[in-house]
């Protein structure tokens, strides 16, 4: 017989509760949301839902009598709740249906406004009193955070009192456009806070998290039951999402308001003005979302020692393009880590993200690139690694213009490179440049890379246009007969070639014409020609010698040689120009350790004859001797100045004097702010322009302005080129730097960089340096000053070419002349063409089509120039 069950054994069987205890979950109901009353009475969002429409809660149980449809909704969420039903009777469904609308307009601004005031009175007027932010930072936190919350709790009021009072007087609330019309031009504090919404988050996110009694006091206020279980960043989200909710309640209105009504014409208008502070506020929040962005990232950058640049992130129009990862995955330490790119609207930036204790940190993984000096290679064929000389044809392609250095898309592969995926190579032009190859997973991935930087680097030249090229030749010069000078005369029209087997002229007016061969001589390396005297003057293995310009023949290029005239041998290079108001050649034999310098003088045409030499010595005291001096380091440029010649060496510039020979250098020593050159020995000078009373020295690293004593006259004026040019040119107000890869154009007054002109084995075939230049001159408003001729300086012929043409200038490059005020001031007594070669073309330089002289872009500030830190 079986015992009867122990009283624990009795409580063990009793069963447990099972079931939903409803008070701790979600509403089951798929429909159920916050911002309305929820059909079933154990809803778990009863109590809050009441709350936020301003119900008084009622017991839940309630006599037979109780109606839940009219008892349950607070008087005024629902019009038909709100008047009698006699007035109900009256109207028809569809003036109902307009009703409930206008009723929702009316009762969510009153809601809009209470949930501005809350913010005002339980988040910013108890922190403005409090110790809770410390009081050197609080001022500018409650600004951060709040913005301009006042101005949108003054607007919006007297909208809500308006509505309020309009929907008090009428139980059939006729129109309300002429409220809204009044009201809704004044949202501009909309916009003002959306664009800064962004900001205040951050700031208040930042806060709670280092502020522990912030942070208390946050836990706190948001438990209270009138913030209604809702967080703060719920309420800072309010003003942008009530904007946006104005034209879907009017739609409403509208779409049941009959033709008749004021409002069927008044309310379309005023939906066109709150969409257009939609758009404002979408325009301005995106900017700030950029500007944020680029303040978070410029916050987190950590650059090599050494290598730090100022990528100016925080500049109001700075702009990120586009951004990704890419992979190195070229066997170096870090392999397999992708790098993150950051394209902006100026440079390429490449950072690796390393996270430590305290903060995410962006390390930049190599020197960012300025977009003008961004060369990319698309396909399998990449330069070899290290070597960042290596170039592509398709660095040089034809563009708009005939412009150099259009870096366009080349055919792409579809398939991965060893496996290793999809690469592009990155070639930084310029002194500190370098190549990268990095790989991306698809084949889309790197054509949307492409395509973006493509895209942006069109922007920036076309922006910075400056200067177009004019194709002189092409497909010629090739193979073993390169160019390797030129020399423009005849008034512009013809160009005189030096090559390795002879030298050719061509007519640049008709460029279907390939250029012919007048003399047959080896190795050219300099011509230049004299109109005034008719003389052209080769340099041919070191040997300088002339030939009148009637003695070429264009079908016997042997017959010219009969005449020539033997000048110098042994010659390391010649220079012809005017000083002192006469036209002289000075012929420089250099070596390593020393030069000389012999400077002779042209015979005018109708004294010299067949059988007389072409070029006099100049007599010193009455003794017939040649004007000779020694320079004692080796000389590499020669430039004429008004009275004296400059001699660039490894020294320096040294002024000559010619009358008495004295030789001294230009820059004075006892200057300490030339330190920068004077104890410097590895920098190169290389051109010098004399602009008003001033001197514009460049070297192959900078270029700087002294005055007539050599002392450094703009102390903050200097320019650090951003490659290695080997050739200046000056087309006035600009100053154009030649290296292999890319000429460089920079503003003489600013130093700005104004444009990038990237191609292949870039070479500066002639430029000739005008004495002096007015730069007072090239204001648009008044005439340039044209200095007088010497009258001495021509024999009483016509001036040489290049000199004052009446009506012609570069910036109109033959075609109508400009008025005075608008012509830039002339290059005195030289030639203003600018001639280079890349590969097998040669190009001139002139105007971009539309461009004014002096008109500048500023790159610096937009573009290439990144600035140290």
Known sequence: MAEPPTPASEEENIPLPTGVFTLLTECYSPTCSRDSLCYSIACPRRLEQQSRLNMKPEPVLKNEDYQPETELIEPGTLWIHSVPQEVIDKVSETEKKRQEAINEVIYTERDFVRDMEYLRDFWYKPLSTSDVIEEPRRTDFLQQVFWNISEIIAVNSKLRDALNKRQKGFAIVEKISDILIEHVRNFRPFVTYGAHQLYGKAEFERERTSNPAFAKFVDETERLPESRKLELNGYLTKPTTRLARYP?????????????????????????????????????????????????????????PGEQADLRLRDENRELVYKGALSPKNGSSGAGEDLQLFLFDHALLMVKAKSNSKSEQLRVYRKPIPLELLIIIADDDRPTKGTSSARTKSALVKGRSNSLGRNSPAPLSSTKANGLGFPITFVHLGRKGYNLTLYANTPISRKKWLENIYKRQEVLRDRSAIFDMVTLSENFFVGAN???????????????????????????????????????????????????????????????????????????????????????SHTSFFKAGICLGRTFVCVVKASSLSSTIKVLEPIDQTVRGKNKPTFRKLLQGGNDTLKEFYIPTESSSLHFLKTKLCVGCTKGFEIVDLETLDTQGLLDPADVSLDFVQKRENVKPIAIYRIDGEFLLCYDEFAFFVNKSGWRSRPHWIVYWEGIPSAFALHYPYVLAFEPTFIEVRHIETGILVQIIPGNNLRCLFADSPPTVASHSHSLSQPPQRSPIPQNSYNGQLPPYGTQRPGYDLYTMGGMPQPPHMRPPPAQNGRDEIILVSEDRVFCVKLATGVLPGQTYNMSQASASLVPR
């Open 248 to 304: 879907l309640l009017l739609d409403v209105v509208l779409k049941y308001t009959p033709e008749d009504n004021p409002d069927k014409t008044v309310l379309p208008e005023v939906i066109a003005i709150i969409r257009k502070f939609l758009v404002e506020v979408n325009f301005e929040t995106g900017k700030a979302e950029n500007r944020f962005s680029l303040l978070q990232l410029d916050q987190h950058l950590v650059f090599r």
């Open 482 to 568: 390169k160019v390797l000078c030129a020399c423009p005369f005849s008034g512009g029209n013809k160009v005189a070639y030096g090559t390795d087997d002879g030298v050719y002229i061509s007519d640049v007016r008709v460029l279907t014409q390939d250029p012919l061969k007048v003399l047959a001589i080896p190795d050219v390396t300099q011509v230049d020609v004299l109109e005034e005297y008719q003389l052209l003057i080769v340099l041919s293995e070191r040997t300088v010698m002339t030939f009148p310009l009637d003695a070429l023949d264009y079908t016997d290029p042997i017959a010219g040689l009969r005449r020539a005239k033997r000048v110098a």
